[in-house]
């Protein structure tokens, strides 16, 4: 298990050791909220490299990941705990012919099935606990969060309270498509995690695709920088950035030419409008634009 | 840490929440312990470091960066909170001040609004500036929307009840005590445990009544029914009955897209109507369906709509334009982007009370193949008939 970061800086450059290239504002929410354990609460567009962070903090800090997909109806037995009900019923049969089994026996330790959460607190290391999507699941599940997500702790009602030795580092991620409630956010360091600007999406570029040139990796950061200033339904994040560099790279491209782009902008866009929107004229334009940008 | 720096971080998170975010006691510790570990070298750094802690949600970010701005760094504070207190009218052309800056300007600075009056030509201007903003038409239009009798809304009350039928209810992903279903083993145990033999418990999806989204439209050919259909709204989003109740979130449009799900929270329908029309800033002025839909699902869709909603589209389908009009097909495209985004959409068309009614108009026609449903909307008595005709298959 490596030390915490000693600064904002080391933060940052612990980070893009790790190939991620973070602003400086997440390296300071990130550097906080590892200092102060507080859980870090993140928010942004799908595929801007929220879920990364967690990902980069279990390599950097070496440490385990545990990560809990939300969904809808996702309730305590399948995040926290779970009692090992066919074991139980086994032990009861088996206890009526011999001697009778009380029911304090019965909701031990060896009938419990931890999940997720609780394995975090459990660990003898604290481990990297990623709570991905958390505006998927519903709003009672958020109450039940609130415990843990202060006192790292989580409360069995037949065994009674579970403290965790160490704190896990939480990273909580939404991608918005609800408010979250103040209450969980209120225990949160909050960040925003928006579109990286041009410097910062070809930094990132480089250090995740290295095998793209320097020349095709500005014309392909230029031409997604583009598209993003269109009104489009769903707008490429860094993901598909990268995504579609190697499927360039596939495709043994050297530079952007409107039949590559055409051939590949379903890597980029997910919508048959946005599609229809940017094939044709709307490329043309972009990729003129990017050429102009490139060499002048 | 400096006694004045901490000061001032407290003096800021409090001005902050006079500006409407929600700081609180907490959260000023939280700012204060963080900046013990560092952060206070370079500006970004320190914004960064105050941003992480009192920011809860992105939409504060540009009144958190302005209070910023002004509360750390410029000189010229009180000049520039004066600027800010003094008529848009006397602003550069081309650079209006985003309309926090005023809350702003009251939160940093309460007792600027008492200082000395400006002259009266300031004041005529004042007046002038608001005319234009607020037009007496509109002013006078919102009358429409006084306040219900006890009849009425007694009548609207009923008639909500029956409307649940509208809302059928669907199983969720949990799970309730039920008479027959799947074995619920956690109840079956605690039974068995407590006496002799095995007893069964069994459990079954628990219903949840789909989520509701209402869009209506409030333009000038809707504005005889705009209130009762705001009452309407309202009626859905505070059931009397809270069992079965659905979750609802409530647009109005005309020329532009408005949220008044949390306007419409206030539990009185006539305060809560008034509240809406006093945030509305397109009563009965045009119509552009097309636009505010486009609106709606390119900025709202994804964090409003939930996949099994029922949406509630209220409107005339007026828009302007004939068949081959760009609107009109922008108006069949967005309709169809929702129709694929929701379980049901429901048209409620006032225009259905008149007899032998034919789509004629462009809008109308572009948009009736995209809904599920095309319902009559023009009076109580109507919406009535509509409950009836749901209740029986």
Redesign the interface.
Known sequence: MAALPSSIDDCAAGLLAHDYVAERELACAVFLALRLQRPLFLEGEPGTGKTEIAKTLAALLDRPLIRLQCYEGLDMASAAYEWNYARQMLEIQAAKEGQRLSSDELFTRRFLIPRALLQALEMPGPPVLLIDELDRADEPFEAFLLELLSDFQLTIPELGTVSAAAPPIVVITSNRTREIHDAVKRRCLYHWVGFPDAARELAILQRRVPGAGEALARQIVGFIQGLRGIDLYKLPGIAETIEWSRALLELNALVLDPETVHMTLGVLLKYQDDIAKVQGSEAARLLEQVRVATHG | MADHLATNVVHFSRVLRDAGL?V?T??IE?CL??LQ???IASR??F???L???L????EH?ALFEQAFHIFWRDPDLMGRVMAMLLPRAQAKPGTPPPPENRRLADALFPQAAKLPQPPAEEQARIELDATLTWSQRELLRQRDFETMTVAEWAQAKRLLAQLQTLFPRRP???WAPAAQGRVA??A???A???G?G?ALRRERPRLRVAPLLILADISGSMSRYSRMLLHLAHGLANPQQQRHAPRVASFVFGTRLTPITRLLRQRDPDLAVAAVSRRVADWSGGTRISACLHEF??HWA???L?ADATVLLITDGLEQGADDDPRCEALA?EAA?LRLRCRQLIWLNPLLRYEGFEPKAAGIRALLPQVSQHLPAHNLASLEQLAAMLRTP
């Open positions: 929600r609180g907490d959260r939280l312990q963080a570990l560092g952060g970004r750094d914004k960064a470091t941003a992480a802690c920011l809860d949600r992105q970010r969720t992903r949990r083993w956690r079956s145990l605690r068995s445990a407590r002799p095995l699902n390119q994804r964090r409003v939930p495209r982007r």
